[in-house]
Each structure stands twice: as C-alpha cells, then as structure tokens.
C-alpha cells in the first residue's frame, strides 16, 4: 500500500507518471513546453491519455550546468501544481525536486509526492513530507544534483550498492518521520552510472522489490537507451516501450515516461498475455478499429 496525503493507494498494476518539464533545459523536451498554454495542453493530454500521476519538474536533471535558484523553480512549478489540483483533482501529484523551499511551497499547494533525485541530500525535506503524509521518493545516487559521475571503477558492486543506499535511506527517511507506506523507491537508472551499471541494476530489480516498497522505474528515453540503440533522446520511443513491457510483466511499479499513451497501450497488452486483463469471449472487433479511415 501507497500512503499520499490520505489516500491509500493499492500498487497492484503497473502506474503511469507522465512527465511535464517545465525547464527549457529539458535533456529531451527542451523549448517544446516553456509557455503556459504548451504547459496547460500537455497536462490535459496526459491525463487524457491516463496517467495515474503527473511529475513536474522545474530544474533539469541534465549534468553540468549549474543549480538554478529555488525562487525560480517554486516560480516554474507552483502554478501548474495549483492548476493540475484544480482542474483534475483525481490525479496524484509529484514534484521533482530536492530544494527545502520548492517543497515547502507545493506541498502547501497540495502535492501528493516529492520525488527527490539527491538521495535526501537535504533530511529537512523528509520532515516536511512526514508533516502531511506525503509521498518520498528516494533515489540512489552517488552524484550531487546536476554533477556528472560515470567511471567503471565507481562501484565493486553496483547492485549490492544500490540496494544497501535504498535500505539506509528508508531508514533515514523514517528516523524524520515519514511513515514506511509513504515510501517509493527509486534505483536510479543513469544516475552516477554508465550505461552498463544501469544494466546490472535493472537486470536485478527483484532485489528492490523485495525491500518491500513500490518502485519508481524512470526509464523513459535514458541514456542506457541511447547507449543500446544508438539513438538520441527524442528517437528512444520503442526502446522505452520495450523496457516498459518488460518491467510490467511483474506488477506494482510506477513506470515514469514521457508517452503516456502508448505506456498505457504496452501495459495493457502485457496484462492480457500475463492474465491479468481479459477479452470476452464474445467480443469482435469493430469495423472502425479494423481499418484505417480513408482521407478526407
């Protein structure tokens, strides 16, 4: 079970975060989303199209650049916090950041997540979580926020590593407060990893998921992608579906993606071959869904 403000939250399928980027330095939606109606019209589309939680983000994760000041963020984020609880009040939450103040500002706007990338690098965070019951996502990673770390050499054992960086961490995150139902876990794909380290890791996913938490899976368009495909962010499309559907053969993670369409669409085709969803048996397809429509 998944604790957010009051509302109990059962993980028993695959959930869907879509993405909204409201940072022009965006790896992979750079520009596309910086006014408010492109901001406004990309929410409604992603619920329309069913995600489950809306991550929204004001700072990019992208490496090498410098942090930008939490009054800008709290000015980039907070209103479409406001305007998602609103305007779709049956959507969960989340807002990508580690920053004391930015957390402070949505969660008294409502937010239901906080989804820290830092590993806690700030534990007040946690105490502000704990203060209304919201959702924390903790990450693993070695690196500071906005720092690029990739070397073979950085781990004897990547996933021994994460996992024991988890379990430190929910307990360091329940020392401040946050109840163990509040917790999602995250293990950090290309965080302070190189493409091959990320590899390991999910390979052996099974042992976050025995720590007893729903998982955080950001797989969407990642570099372990680009290193597997040799494509750039805005062409990993496939390949994230193909993670996706991979993962969501074993239920009860949230699937963090840009295309909440299609996640929907790959999630659904797994359940019914795992079972888990059905067709009747009377049931024939549609002559609207056969064909094509013919142009205008």
Same mark, same amino acid.
């Given at each position: 079970? =998944?604790?957010?403000?009051? #509302?109990?939250?059962?993980?028993?399928?695959?959930?869907?975060?879509?993405?909204?980027?409201? $940072?022009?330095?965006?790896? *992979?939606?750079?520009?596309?989303?910086?006014?408010?109606?492109?901001?406004? $019209?990309?929410?409604?589309? =992603?619920?329309? *199209?069913?995600?489950?939680?809306?991550?929204?983000?004001?700072?990019?994760?992208?490496?090498?650049?410098?942090?930008?000041?939490?009054?800008?963020?709290?000015?980039?984020?907070?209103?479409?916090?406001?305007?998602? #609880?609103?305007?779709?009040?049956?959507? =969960?939450? *989340?807002?990508?950041?580690?920053?004391?103040?930015?957390?402070?500002?949505? =969660?008294?706007?409502?937010?239901?997540?906080?989804?820290?990338?830092?590993?806690?690098?700030?534990?007040?965070?946690? !105490?502000?979580?704990?203060?209304?019951?919201?959702?924390?996502?903790?990450?693993?990673?070695?690196?500071?926020?906005?720092?690029?770390?990739? *070397?073979?050499?950085?781990? $004897?054992?990547?996933?021994?590593?994460?996992?024991?960086?988890?379990?430190?961490?929910?307990?360091?995150?329940?020392?401040?407060?946050? !109840?163990?139902?509040?917790?999602?876990? !995250?293990?950090?794909?290309?965080?302070?990893?190189?493409?091959?380290?990320?590899?390991?890791?999910?390979?052996?996913?099974?042992?976050?998921?025995?720590?007893?938490?729903?998982?955080?899976?950001?797989?969407?368009?990642?570099?372990?992608?680009?290193?597997?495909?040799?494509?750039?962010?805005?062409?990993?499309?496939?390949?994230?579906?193909?993670?996706?559907?991979?993962?969501?053969?074993?239920?009860?993670?949230?699937?963090?993606?840009?295309?909440?369409?299609?996640?929907?669409?790959?999630?659904?085709?797994?359940?019914?071959?795992?079972?888990?969803?059905?067709?009747?048996? !009377?049931?024939?397809?549609?002559?609207?869904?056969?064909?094509?429509?013919?142009?205008?």
């Amino acid at each position: 079970m =998944l604790r957010l403000r009051g #509302r109990n939250l059962v993980v028993e399928s695959t959930l869907v975060m879509g993405v909204v980027n409201a $940072s022009p330095e965006s790896f *992979s939606d750079a520009g596309r989303y910086d006014s408010w109606d492109a901001q406004r $019209s990309l929410i409604d589309s =992603l619920v329309e *199209s069913g995600a489950d939680v809306l991550d929204v983000g004001g700072q990019s994760a992208i490496t090498n650049q410098p942090e930008i000041d939490a009054a800008l963020e709290v000015e980039r984020v907070l209103p479409i916090v406001e305007w998602i #609880r609103s305007t779709h009040p049956g959507v =969960l939450v *989340s807002v990508d950041t580690y920053k004391p103040p930015v957390v402070s500002a949505v =969660l008294e706007a409502g937010a239901h997540i906080i989804n820290d990338v830092s590993g806690l690098l700030y534990p007040e965070v946690a !105490d502000m979580c704990a203060a209304v019951d919201a959702g924390l996502v903790v990450m693993h990673t070695k690196a500071r926020p906005k720092q690029r770390m990739q *070397s073979v050499d950085l781990y $004897s054992d990547v996933v021994t590593e994460v996992e024991d960086f988890l379990v430190d961490m929910m307990q360091r995150a329940q020392a401040h407060g946050v !109840d163990r139902d509040c917790l999602i876990l !995250d293990p950090g794909p290309d965080f302070a990893k190189t493409p091959r380290q990320t590899l390991d890791v999910l390979r052996n996913v099974e042992r976050f998921r025995a720590l007893g938490r729903p998982l955080l899976l950001a797989l969407s368009r990642k570099d372990f992608l680009g290193a597997i495909t040799g494509r750039t962010p805005r062409g990993r499309g496939p390949a994230t579906d193909a993670a996706l559907a991979f993962f969501a053969w074993t239920p009860g993670a949230i699937v963090r993606v840009h295309d909440v369409r299609a996640a929907r669409d790959v999630i659904a085709v797994v359940d019914a071959l795992a079972g888990r969803l059905d067709i009747p048996h !009377d049931y024939l397809l549609p002559d609207e869904l056969r064909h094509e429509p013919r142009d205008a």
